[in-house]
């Protein structure tokens, strides 16, 4: 059995189609591994792409098992056959043969990211650059605020990260997204932004600021605090 056969995702593993050379590239013996097919150019990205161009949700469920979507350097190839055997006889559905950017792929995993990022599920970590998220399945993550970037400890975070080591050019369409500027979309990072008040990389990077001077000046306020009350105990 070869690494498109193993390939869980119907979509990109079609017997009967010769893959671009790059798309190959993606495909890995083990398919834990094929991250950019498995977060970026995945089956869900494409029925919101498809429902974006007026396909009903009928039509996408009925059409998606049959779907070919295939990546190359710059941009993916999306094919869904008009006319399907389906219990052995032929029927017609709604087919498309198209040729999609890349920076459509990114945008739609950005807003689907975004959509199912929840601020209430954070709480505060141990330190002021630090925020605990709390999983589906009852786990906690550590969400780590930098100066141009948040990090996560979760798996998709993980997962997304090396999705686009994989493809340089959703890399570039990422970094010239005007929402991300280059941050890694997970819903833990957007939770992140939408708990202190933003919802672009610069409006993070204001926020992110601006708690730090905050934190710096309450330091700062504690120690003179301090210095104030050893003065007083000295005097009596």
Request: aromatic share 14%; hydrophobic share 35%; glycine share 4%.
């Amino acid at each position: 059995m070869n690494a498109t056969q193993r390939f869980s995702a119907k979509a990109h593993t079609r017997p009967s189609y010769n893959y671009s050379n790059f798309h190959k590239s993606l495909l890995h013996e083990n398919n834990a591994e094929d991250y950019a097919l498995r977060h970026i150019y995945s089956v869900e990205n494409t029925k919101a792409l498809l429902q974006r161009w007026g396909w009903s949700v009928e039509q996408i469920k009925t059409g998606i098992d049959y779907a070919t979507i295939d990546v190359y350097k710059h941009f993916v190839y999306l094919h869904i056959p008009n006319k399907v055997e389906k219990r052995k006889e032929t029927i017609k559905i709604r087919g498309i043969s198209r040729f999609i950017s890349k920076v459509d792929y990114v945008d739609t995993l950005i807003k689907r990211t975004w959509q199912k990022a929840d601020p209430y599920k954070l709480q505060p970590g141990d330190n002021w650059d630090e925020l605990i998220a709390m999983g589906n399945t009852g786990d906690f993550y550590e969400v780590k605020l930098y100066r141009y970037e948040i990090t996560c400890t979760c798996h998709a975070y993980s997962g997304l990260q090396k999705a686009f080591e994989q493809d340089v050019v959703a890399t570039k369409h990422l970094m010239l997204n005007p929402i991300t500027q280059g941050q890694i979309p997970d819903k833990h990072i957007f939770a992140a932004w939408k708990y202190l008040g933003a919802e672009t990389q610069r409006q993070y990077e204001y926020q992110f600021t601006e708690r730090r001077e905050g934190f710096l000046k309450e330091i700062k306020q504690s120690f003179y605090e301090k210095e104030f009350l050893e003065e007083i105990q000295e005097d009596w």
